[in-house]
Each structure stands twice: as structure tokens, then as C-alpha cells.
């Protein structure tokens, strides 16, 4: 069932247009997108979710109030020319998609940043109760890997004992290229054989985070997902949005090891 409020059958448009804006916006987002791979994500249930109820507080005796989750709201528009689209219907002519592109790309970076640091929330890496440790400098190889395995110790000294899923700056990452002088095998692949996911997080600096792999522990709650909604007309472009709405849920922050640089 289409989305009332994205406005999209009110825009003259064929619905190749759309589907084409929508395949582009999908593939985009998935290239982008991290925060959703190494958390299970929950909906979508609807652009009407505001909040999710967490537990029940008590404020004194025999009083209590319900703790809530906000959900966050990430809108971004972005315009295409009117003449480009009518080539496009008419003759097929290939459709300049910067502007759809660049929308995309901001709204999951601020998605990314909303679960791994938080924006006025707390992220994976903010959250308190999450174990943490200092990383050394990586700059000689199977530092990395020890790194890392010292914090595997550490959320297995605290009960959570995987899989793991692990997520770094893109500077710690592309170091795990770098293959041992004793043999042929590079730091990725020694750590693979004892995490699940290892993962590139464009929005870390210098930094990363270690997770056990249970959505019962952290997860994403979607209200609306990325979606692209029709404005109107702006002079000699036509203006569109894309936006989404979306909550970090962390059951067990002591199930999430930061790694701090």
C-alpha cells in the first residue's frame, strides 16, 4: 500500500520515474548504509511512530511513568529539472540523478551518526554501561588483531560470547590489508576467523566498535523507511524529499565493546 504522505500519486509523473528514483535510492543506501549491518533492524511500522515505550519508572512510591524511546525524524529535499524528466519520459534520455544521490548519501550519514554516536542521544559508542579500551597505534602488523582480540576477551569476561561484529573508522580498516611478514595471510582474514562481520564506518574517526550479534541486545526500530515523497513544483524544477524516521534501541550496552583511538 503506497504511503499517503510521500505524495507520490500526486505528482504527473510515469511510474517509471518513480521506480527508477527508487531503485537508485535503494542501491544507494544499501552501498552506504552501516549501522544496518551490524544491527538487526525492526519495522518499518509507519511514518505515525513518534516514540516506542521502553518500561515502567517509578517516580516514588506507588507512582509510576512510562519511560519512551523517540524516534527520529531525517529530511532532506532535493530537485530535478522539469525539462530533464519530460526527455526522460518522452525519449528515454538518461536522467541526471546527482541531486537524488547526494540527498541519499546525507541522510545516511545522518542515520550512521544517529546509531554509532547519537545526535543529543546516545549512540553505540556514547551509550553508558558499554565496556571500552585504548587501541594502540596499529602501526606495525598484528597489533590490529590483538587489539581486537583483547576485546573479545573482554565482552567474553562479561558473558556475551558472540558472534561478533566489528566496526571501524576507515583508517583502522584499510590497515587490516596488510599481510604478515611470516606468511601470506592479512590481518582481515586472521580476524575473520574469530568475528562474523567486519565492516567500514565512514562516521568513526579513528575508532571502532565491538558488538555481540543478538538483536536482543541493540537493534534499530524503523518507523518510516527511506522513502522518497513528491513536494511540487519549484519554477523550472520539480522538488522532491527524502526522509525516514528511525530509533537506536540498546537492551545491553555491556554487550558492546568501544574502541577508542
Request: with cysteine; glycine share 8%.
Amino acid at each position: 500500500m503506497a504511503n499517503k504522505y510521500l505524495m507520490q500519486e500526486d505528482a504527473p509523473f510515469d511510474p517509471k520515474l518513480w521506480q527508477l528514483f527508487n531503485e537508485t535510492m535503494t542501491d544507494i543506501a544499501k552501498a552506504q548504509l552501516v549501522g544496518r549491518r551490524i544491527l538487526s533492524v525492526k519495522g518499518p511500522f509507519g511514518l505515525g511512530l513518534k516514540q516506542i515505550s521502553i518500561t515502567d519508572v517509578q517516580i516514588e512510591p506507588g507512582v509510576f511513568s512510562n519511560k519512551t524511546l523517540p524516534l527520529f525524524y531525517i529530511h532532506k529535499t532535493f530537485n530535478i529539472s522539469k525539462r530533464d524528466i519530460a526527455s526522460y519520459e518522452r525519449e528515454g534520455v538518461t536522467l541526471d540523478l546527482k541531486n537524488l544521490i547526494t540527498a541519499v548519501r546525507e541522510c545516511a550519514t545522518i542515520e550512521d551518526r544517529l546509531i554509532f554516536e547519537g545526535i543529543n542521544s546516545h549512540g553505540l559508542v556514547s551509550a553508558p554501561g558499554t565496556i571500552s579500551m585504548e587501541l594502540s597505534d596499529w602501526k606495525n602488523v598484528g597489533q590490529a588483531a590483538s587489539d581486537v582480540i583483547e576485546a573479545v576477551t573482554k565482552l567474553d569476561e562479561a558473558g556475551f560470547h558472540g558472534p561478533y561484529l566489528l566496526a571501524l573508522s576507515p583508517d583502522r580498516y584499510n590497515l587490516l590489508f596488510r599481510r604478515y611478514e611470516s606468511g601470506n595471510q592479512t590481518e582481515y582474514e586472521h580476524l575473520s576467523m574469530i568475528i562474523k562481520g567486519i565492516y567500514k564506518a565512514p562516521v568513526l574517526k579513528n575508532s571502532g566498535v565491538l558488538m555481540s550479534d543478538s538483536e536482543a541486545y541493540a537493534s534499530i526500530i524503523l518507523g518510516q523507511d527511506l522513502s522518497i515523497g513528491f513536494i511540487g513544483p519549484a519554477e523550472e524544477r520539480f522538488e522532491f524529499s527524502i526522509s525516514e524516521s528511525l530509533a537506536l534501541l540498546i537492551n545491553e550496552p555491556s554487550s558492546i565493546c568501544v574502541l577508542k583511538g
